[in-house]
């Protein structure tokens, strides 16, 4: 029975899975899109719209944790002055999912993951 398995493991421990996703997030916010593997792609999309939803608030609060979730300055910054204001609309489903089919190397399936415009 899975009961309360609501998380991928993603092959890695616990600082180490919240460290990549927030490196991940981060450079989504700054590029845009970003290509990854399709578990690594929905496993991102749970920890980005949840970091678009805080910012859209923009309080000091909201910053702060965004700041510890994700340590990075341009991307922060991109967030609360950029795509935060260009969400305030839009309820929720900020991102976008295309499958790529599979990687050369290890036959691994790719996917695209984008912000909504």
Avoid: C, W
């Avoid at 496993?43 to 994700?70: H, P, Q």
């Avoid at 260009?86 to 991102?95: A, D, L, N, Q, S």
């Amino acid at each position: 029975m899975n009961h309360r398995m609501n998380l991928r493991r993603l092959g890695r421990f616990g600082s180490h899975r919240r460290a990549m996703l927030g490196n991940l997030a981060a450079s989504l916010f700054v590029k845009g899109s970003i290509v990854t593997t399709v578990t690594r792609a929905k496993e991102l999309r749970r920890v980005a719209e949840k970091l678009i939803t805080k910012a859209k608030s923009g309080t000091l609060a909201d910053r702060r944790l965004v700041i510890s979730r994700m340590p990075h300055k341009e991307a922060v910054t991109v967030l609360f002055n950029v795509l935060a204001p260009r969400f305030t609309e839009r309820r929720g489903g900020y991102t976008r999912i295309v499958k790529m089919g599979n990687r050369v190397g290890d036959a691994s399936p790719m996917a695209v993951i984008q912000l909504i415009e």
